[in-house]
T-cell receptor, first 111, second 111 residues
Framework: GQQVMQIPQYQHVQEGEDFTTYCNSSTTLSNIQWYKQRPGGHPVFLIQLVKSGEVKKQKRLTFQFGEAKKNSSLHITATQTTDVGTYFCAASGAGSYQLTFGKGTKLSVIP | KAGVTQTPRYLIKTRGQQVTLSCSPISGHRSVSWYQQTPGQGLQFLFEYFSETQRNKGNFPGRFSGRQFSNSRSEMNVSTLELGDSALYLC??????????FGPGTRLTVT
């Protein structure tokens, strides 16, 4: 089945530093979604990317979808303590309704 | 709109017992997916229902089953519980199998 690899598994940053998590697949993805899960909470949808090379921004968050639609990244500029949580990418293959999640990147922000 | 609700929120069961978890999706959402979340394996897809039909099933044993009712509410059942079934079970609903809205989850502990 569809597999997505997400790195790094953990990231500790000083508040104000930037953060990036990467998601890779060996197969072409029809779309990729990003979710955030706060400690003790449930995943919350952030964004969906569909087009090759697509770049979307949400305030300090920048999401990219690779040209080959096999990789994606989430970049946070100037992290804040409110950014703490685990960030997941999730992808579905062509014609599939099954969403496969990466293992997630757990972000800790040191104030 | 009210969010996705799951009942019960917490459950403690003994090995060999069975359990039924319930999920009420956001009004108007016809797709319901179930996930198992554990620290070691992350978010793993169990199955997805749309208009009472199972469209996809993840790689879980037959002890895990589910169904969806005409009002889109869904249940999942786990029979002959094992210690390894202890996890957070998350339900997510979506309108057209796009972004998923997760419920708070059911924390199942098997002793």
């Amino acid at each position: 089945g569809q597999q997505v690899m997400q790195i790094p598994q953990y990231q500790h940053v000083q508040e104000g530093e930037d953060f990036t998590t990467y998601c890779n697949s060996s197969t072409t993805l029809s779309n990729i979604q990003w979710y955030k899960q706060r400690p003790g909470g449930h995943p919350v949808f952030l964004i969906q990317l569909v087009k090759s090379g697509e770049v979307k921004k949400q305030k300090r968050l920048t999401f990219q979808f690779g040209e080959a639609k096999k990789n994606s990244s989430l970049h946070i500029t100037a992290t804040q303590t409110t950014d703490v949580g685990t960030y997941f990418c999730a992808a579905s293959g062509a014609g599939s309704y099954q969403l496969t999640f990466g293992k997630g990147t757990k972000l800790s922000v040191i104030p | 709109k009210a969010g996705v609700t799951q009942t019960p929120r917490y459950l403690i069961k003994t090995r060999g017992q069975q359990v039924t978890l319930s999920c009420s999706p956001i009004s108007g959402h016809r797709s319901v997916s179930w996930y198992q979340q554990t620290p070691g394996q992350g978010l793993q897809f169990l199955f997805e229902y749309f208009s009472e039909t199972q469209r996809n099933k993840g790689n879980f044993p037959g002890r895990f089953s589910g169904r969806q009712f005409s009002n889109s509410r869904s249940e999942m059942n786990v029979s002959t519980l094992e210690l390894g079934d202890s996890a957070l079970y998350l339900c997510a609903s979506s309108f057209r199998s796009t972004e998923q809205y997760f419920g708070p989850g059911t924390r199942l502990t098997v002793t």
